[in-house]
T-cell receptor, first 114, second 113 residues
Framework: SQQGEEDPQALSIQEGENATMNCSYK?????LQWYRQNSGRGLVHLIL?????REKHSGRLRVTLDTSKKSSSLLITASRAADTASYFC??????????????FGPGTRLSVLP | IAGITQAPTSQILAAGRRMTLRCTQD?????MYWYRQDLGLGLRLIHY???????GKGEVPDGYSVSRANTDDFPLTLASAVPSQTSVYFC????????????FGSGTRLTVV
């Protein structure tokens, strides 16, 4: 079963608008990470937030984490056409059969229209 | 350029054939991973290695084997390919510890016919 699930599955916005994607997970975690994947490419690490952090920023990215609700959100401000990609959350669980490995959600496909 | 190199980038393989996907990293990361990505299923862990000389099974290990003879290389072998192994395969690595993310390769697109 999936540990993390992103919502929505797909999102279309106009250039300049903000994009918000959400991730929910099921078990306690060490940290949560967000990745971007451009079509036909590998995933690129965007940002990591630890379980004792509530908010983190990196450039136009803002990530929040609510461990009581087991959820995280990724906000991309002032979106650009180049932000068009799929975005995945990945969780590092406290207890995991695979050690400190990450479990990925199915992703949100973001389309930024010019 | 530091990173992960995967080879080949794509391959069409006859069912029943043996195939090894290559993965090499030059970042001296301890941990390496193989994932497969399928539409609607996201990324699923096949095998992993926390350090050279050790390997472990992930979520979907059947039909695949790995070895980790040294820090840099982590090949994935399909002993006898089947059509359900048609997928995009990603190798990843990371430094062990709780504050590190993955570095991914560019992937191998494998079609088993």
């Amino acid at each position: 079963s999936q540990q993390g699930e992103e919502d929505p599955q797909a999102l279309s916005i106009q250039e300049g608008e903000n994009a918000t994607m959400n991730c929910s997970y099921k078990t306690s975690i060490n940290n949560l990470q967000w990745y971007r994947q451009n079509s036909g490419r590998g995933l690129v690490h965007l940002i990591l937030i630890r379980s004792n952090e509530r908010e983190k920023h990196s450039g136009r990215l803002r990530v929040t984490l609510d461990t009581s609700k087991k959820s995280s959100s990724l906000l991309i401000t002032a979106s650009r056409a180049a932000d068009t990609a799929s975005y995945f959350c990945a969780t590092a669980r406290l207890r995991d059969n695979y050690g400190q490995n990450f479990v990925f959600g199915p992703g949100t496909r973001l389309s930024v229209l010019p | 350029i530091a990173g992960i190199t995967q080879a080949p980038t794509s391959q069409i393989l006859a069912a029943g054939r043996r195939m090894t996907l290559r993965c090499t990293q030059d970042m001296r990361h301890n941990a390496m991973y193989w994932y497969r990505q399928d539409l609607g299923l996201g990324l699923r862990l096949i095998h992993y290695s926390n350090t050279a000389g050790t390997t472990g099974k992930g979520e979907v290990p059947d039909g695949y084997s790995v070895s980790r003879a040294n820090t840099d290389d982590f090949p994935l072998t399909l002993a006898s390919a089947v059509p359900s192994q048609t997928s995009v395969y990603f190798c990843a690595s990371r430094q062990t510890g709780s504050g590190y993310g993955y570095t991914f390769g560019s992937g191998t697109r494998l079609t088993v016919v």
